[in-house]
C-alpha cells in the first residue's frame, strides 16, 4: 500500500523559497511517475512537476519552469519539490501523488492513483 506524507509548507514573502518534501512508503517498479500538484481555493488542481522513476527526467508546468526543481532521493524514499522566486500566485495546498503511467510529461491530475494530505503553501506580497 502506498503511503505519502508531505511536509515543508509555509508562509513566505513574494521572491522567497520553500522546499517541500514527500516522504513515501510501499512505492514499487510498477510506479513510473511522481509528481506535485497544487489547488488553490476556487480551482481546479492542477499539475506542477513530475518525474519519470526510470530516468529521473522532470516535467515542468509552464507557470513554474525555471523557478521549482523536482527531484528524488531514493535512498531516503522521498519525492522533493524546491521551490525559488515564489510568487503569489503560487500560493495552494500542495500534494504528492503516484502513478503506474508511463506518460509522466502529461501532468493530468487523472492519471494519478496515490495521493498525499497536502501542505500548504502561502506566499505573499
Known amino acids: 500500500q502506498v503511503q505519502l506524507v508531505e511536509s515543508g509548507g509555509g508562509s513566505v514573502q513574494a521572491g522567497g523559497s520553500l522546499r517541500l518534501s514527500c516522504k513515501t512508503s510501499?512505492?514499487?517498479?510498477?510506479?513510473?511517475?511522481l509528481g506535485w500538484f497544487r489547488q488553490a481555493p476556487g480551482k481546479a488542481r492542477e499539475g506542477v512537476a513530475t518525474?519519470?522513476?526510470?530516468?529521473?527526467?522532470?516535467y515542468y508546468a509552464d507557470s513554474v519552469k525555471g523557478r521549482f526543481t523536482i527531484s528524488r532521493d531514493k535512498a531516503d524514499k522521498s519525492l522533493n519539490l524546491q521551490m525559488n522566486n515564489l510568487k503569489p500566485e503560487d500560493t495552494a495546498q500542495y500534494y504528492c501523488?503516484?502513478?503506474?503511467?508511463?506518460?509522466?510529461?502529461?501532468?493530468?491530475?487523472?492519471?494519478?492513483?496515490?495521493w498525499g494530505q497536502g501542505t500548504q503553501v502561502t506566499v505573499s506580497t
Open positions: 501523488a503516484t502513478s503506474r503511467s508511463v506518460t509522466c510529461f502529461d501532468l493530468t491530475y487523472n492519471n494519478y492513483q496515490n
Open positions: 510501499g512505492v514499487d517498479s510498477s510506479t513510473y511517475c
Open positions: 518525474i519519470y522513476t526510470a530516468s529521473g527526467s522532470g
